[in-house]
């Protein structure tokens, strides 16, 4: 299975980007979808998660209301919506992906937390400029 994110950019404070992960390899309507982000000189950090169906989703308390995911299975991609950008959520963000499961509940929210993705992508950089 891979996962290639991509529309990463530069973007001035305020404004906004989407990223997409397309999926290839597997069926992506199998998989818990999620993002991550880290930061220079930081640790990585959860973004938020979607289950298979697209109707369930948990964000992280740094991008909650500001970020939304959603994904298009039909194509095979998820996506991030990042609205009012700020500085500090310059980083490179990286799509991550959960086997097993349908829906995002306890036990899936703590693999997110702890980072245990069945699959990871390479990142893409978003720098928001102030």
């Known amino acids: 299975v891979q996962l290639q994110a991509s529309g990463g950019g530069l973007v001035q404070a305020g404004g906004s980007l989407r990223l997409s992960c397309a999926v290839s390899?597997?069926?992506?309507?199998?998989?818990?979808m999620g993002w991550f982000r880290q930061a220079p000189g930081k640790e990585r950090e959860f973004v938020g998660a979607?289950?298979?169906?697209?109707?369930?989703?948990y964000y992280g308390d740094s991008v909650k209301g500001r970020f939304t995911i959603s994904r298009d299975n039909a194509k095979n991609t998820v996506y991030l919506q990042m609205n009012s950008l700020k500085p500090e959520d310059t980083a490179v963000y990286y799509c991550?992906?959960?086997?097993?499961?349908?829906?995002?509940?306890?036990?899936?929210?703590?693999?997110?937390?702890?980072?245990?993705?069945?699959?990871w992508g390479k990142g893409t950089q978003v720098t928001v400029s102030s």
């Open positions: 991550a992906a959960i086997r097993d499961g349908a829906v995002v509940d306890g036990a899936t929210i703590l693999r997110f937390w702890e980072g245990d993705m069945d699959y």
């Open positions: 390899g597997g069926t992506f309507t199998n998989y818990i």
């Open positions: 979607l289950s298979r169906s697209g109707d369930d989703t």
